[in-house]
């Protein structure tokens, strides 16, 4: 996941999913990724959006959560947080 070293992403998944526990759901059912890097901030976590970006990629393609729909012609946008979070896997909430 972009520049972060191994342990580094295995910290970022750690403080991801916690942020998504404390945050889920969002005011109207979902969570926007812009949501996640704020709280990540304030948190001491901040990562680089594309790396937030391609965290949040894997975990839907593990069946961890489900995304709204990418859009190829706004991917610089995407990875800065316009991303909504539509479904978490109760397991994570637990």
């Known amino acids: 996941?972009?520049?972060l070293?191994?342990?580094e992403?295995?910290?970022?998944?750690?403080?991801?999913?916690?942020?998504?526990k404390a945050l889920?759901?969002?005011?109207?059912?979902?969570?926007?990724?812009?949501?996640?890097l704020t709280h990540?901030?304030?948190?001491?976590a901040a990562p680089p959006p594309r790396a937030l970006y391609l965290l949040l990629e894997n975990l839907q393609m593990r069946g961890l959560l489900r995304l709204s729909p990418g859009n190829p012609?706004?991917?610089?946008r995407?990875?800065?947080g316009a991303r909504s979070i539509r479904w978490i896997n109760p397991a994570?909430?637990?």
């Not at 889920?24 to 996640?36: C, E, F, I, K």
């Not at 990540?40 to 001491?44: C, K, M, P, R, S």
């Not at 012609?73 to 610089?76: K, L, T």
């Open 5 to 7: 070293t191994g342990a």
């Open 9 to 20: 992403r295995a910290d970022l998944e750690q403080a991801t999913l916690r942020a998504i």
């Open 24 to 36: 889920w759901p969002g005011d109207d059912g979902t969570l926007t990724s812009a949501a996640l």
């Open 78 to 80: 995407e990875a800065h």
């Open 92 to 94: 994570l909430l637990e």
């Open 40 to 44: 990540l901030a304030e948190d001491g």
């Open 73 to 76: 012609d706004h991917a610089a």
């Open 1 to 3: 996941m972009g520049q």
